[in-house]
């Protein structure tokens, strides 16, 4: 391991970003010669400054690069957002051995020597879904304003952006909400179609049975705040908190149950406006024209991601979007690299097997 001095980031075209973001200290790792590389990039974010849950505002990016000598120009940058729970910090404790590090050694064997750069989006209670809320913070901001100018160093401060599980739902959110930012995106295994991937989450017992003052314990201020043991019941709330924050009340989030147990229906249908697929369906310019986009889903996804994946496809094609949808083989978290590799070679113009469109029979059990 070697320690590199402290390099001053240079943001180029939004200078307006170096009050936001202090510097980054890399710490190189390689494994072998000739293999992916691992720097470690701090950031500190104006935009997650003062969040509301209190969750820290200097967080590390794992980028894993190519090893094409230290004098190469940076590769394309890919931006990755781990699932619910996961964050940047999973891969920097297994260092340049991280299975990012194999997509990297794999795509710059096929001639498509990316960097791949993974975000640490995690909350309170556990995930961010990486968009701005008022209830959690301005995740999206944080990725698409501060990581990816930070990265590109006064570039084109452009790049692809991909998930997987509620990381793949960000990547699609920020694809339609920063087109010129974002040039394509590969989401695994996205959230999507919520009535099929979180509605049997939220009517769970222990979901209905949350009282007012376990929700007052857990949007309490930092010092304070407590979660319920149960880690389904965290789930919902940190969704709540980032689907359907309370007006005019920034750090609390509206519940899908009054007072009585009795579910409300307008808390869910703001659920439900932030359903990629809803957006799709409603917004036919939901992805520019000259985004691509790949769709993934795996063959036995135990809940169901894979059915929203290819609905979204259907609309897509429809409009003659450049998109596609690979039904992959086994559950939702199998075959990372392999689905990680093929979706970006895709997008990156490079041909694949045929795309499927058959939407499987999956029960509706789950979200991750």
Known sequence: MNLVPFVPLRLGARPSILAAIFGALLVSHASEAGAAQLEIVGITSAKLRDNPLGDPATRRVAVFRPDHGKDAAPAPLVVYLPGWGGSSEDAITAGAGAWFGQVVDQLAARGMPFRVAVVDGRSRYGGSQFLNSAATGAYADYVADEIVPALTKGGAATCIITGHSSGAYGALMLAMSRQERFTAVVALSPDSDFDTTHKALVEQPSVRAVTAVELDRAMAPPKTARLPADG?????????????????????????????????????????????????????????????????????????????????????????????????????????????????????????PPSQTRVPAVTNDGLK
Request: proline share 4%; hydrophobic share 40%.
């Open 232 to 352: 389904s019941t965290q789930l919902i709330m940190g969704l709540c908190a980032n689907y359907a924050p309370t007006a005019g009340q920034t750090g609390r989030f509206d519940w899908l149950y009054d007072a009585a147990g009795r579910w409300r229906a307008d808390t869910w249908q703001r659920w439900l406006a932030l359903d990629p697929l809803t957006l799709v369906r409603q917004k036919p310019d939901a992805f520019a024209a000259t985004q691509r986009i790949y769709l993934d889903g795996a063959e036995h996804d135990e809940f169901g991601a894979n059915i929203g994946a290819a609905k979204i496809h259907a609309v897509l094609r429809l409009r003659r979007s450049p998109a596609t949808f690979y039904e992959s083989p086994g559950h939702h978290s199998d075959r990372l690299v392999e689905r990680l590799v093929r979706g970006l070679a895709w997008v990156n113009g490079q041909s694949a």
